[in-house]
T-cell receptor, first 120, second 108 residues
């Protein structure tokens, strides 16, 4: 399957600072990338959908000014957690969607390994 | 997207087949059934997907009932490395909405 990487794999920061997480599709071009958040012992929660060259679409309840998403190229999307607070501590996971055929069901999301953010 | 219901947890002996059920009684005609799994502290891994017909790949088989209201993921010979949370997702779009999944524990 296709490979998606994330950097860093883990990060610890002080409250009030901003943290940038990178998501790269290594062997395919991802016209669409997704960002998820997962709290301990909970399921993944979709935060936003980002399409290359356009603004991200955020899910209800996700603050777009706090979680800045940039998808400037077909292989890179970044998530910046601005003014991070302890409640933002979580496991952040991205996925990339290769440009598939027109028929739904022939394309599949490939997930990165995740980034664990701890805000002190 | 249709809602799915999965058992919270299941156990399976190593070497045996693991059969993971999923109920999606409100599925619409164009919605696909996807299965992903997540091993602890890793990103989800795609397993298989289908629309109406049963599907098989190198990882698993997917059996979808004729009325499409339920499906079963089959891992033919479970290994300890198959211990994970398995998610059944029904979707019409590119967005995947994860439920709580089934925690499969494979024991020696």
């Amino acid at each position: 399957g296709a490979v998606v990487s994330q950097h860093p794999s883990w990060v610890i920061c002080k409250s009030g600072t901003s943290v940038k997480i990178e998501c790269r599709s290594l062997d395919f071009q991802a016209t669409t990338m997704f960002w998820y958040r997962q709290f301990p012992k909970q399921s993944l929660m979709l935060m936003a959908t980002s399409n290359e060259g356009s603004k991200a679409t955020y899910e209800q309840g996700v603050e777009k000014d706090k979680f800045l998403i940039n998808h400037a190229s077909l292989t890179l999307s970044t998530l910046t957690v601005t003014s991070a607070h302890p409640e933002d501590s979580s496991f952040y996971i991205c996925s990339g969607l290769p440009p598939g055929l027109a028929t739904r069901g022939t394309d599949t999301q490939y997930f990165g390994p995740g980034t664990r953010l701890t805000v002190l | 997207d249709a809602k799915t219901t999965q058992p919270t947890s299941m156990d399976c002996a190593e070497g045996r087949a693991a059969n993971l059920p999923c109920n999606h009684s409100t599925i619409s005609g164009n919605e696909y059934v996807y299965w992903y799994r997540q091993i602890h502290s890793q990103g989800p891994q795609y397993i298989i997907h289908g629309l109406k017909n049963n599907e098989t790949n190198e990882m698993a088989s997917l059996i979808i009932t004729e009325d499409r209201k339920s499906s079963t993921l089959i891992l033919p010979h479970a290994t300890l490395r198959d211990t994970a949370v398995y998610y059944c997702i029904v979707t019409l779009t590119d967005k995947l909405i994860f439920g709580t999944g089934t925690r499969l524990q494979v024991f020696p």
